[in-house]
């Protein structure tokens, strides 16, 4: 049974930081892609960045380019999102999703096929 956890969430004012982990278990990562997105209360889900299964490349949505960070563990089997300058517009439920053997990183919710449970990121101005 694959399970993703989340954590690392938290209440932080603008311009702050915070570091979200991605626990996998029950499923190798190291071939698999991996993403972060997020929902706001209200709003679709969307992606917020993507890493290839080695680690390689990694793509962004423009709203968090050059503030969020992905990362991955293929030794611990966990991956990372660090974000930094953190805004109000950055609150939402933030997920780890893990993608098809070997396949890109895409960024549509249909091209994860694991999801966590999600993790709560709250910005206050």
């Known amino acids: 049974q694959v399970q993703l956890v989340e954590s690392g969430g938290g209440s932080v004012q603008a311009g702050g930081s915070l570091r979200l982990s991605c626990a996998a278990s029950g499923l190798t990562i190291s071939s698999h892609p991996m993403a972060w997105f997020r929902q706001a209360p209200g709003k679709e889900r969307e992606f917020v960045g993507g890493i290839t299964w080695r680690g390689d490349l990694s793509k962004y949505d423009d709203s968090v380019k050059g503030r969020f960070t992905i990362s991955r563990d293929n030794r611990e089997n966990m991956a990372y999102l660090q974000m930094n300058s953190l805004n109000p517009e950055d609150t939402a439920v933030y997920y780890c999703?893990?993608?098809?053997?070997?396949?890109?990183?895409?960024?549509?919710?249909?091209?994860?096929?694991?999801w966590g449970q999600g993790t709560e990121v709250t910005v206050s101005s």
């Open positions: 999703a893990v993608g098809g053997f070997l396949l890109v990183a895409g960024t549509t919710t249909s091209d994860y096929v694991y």
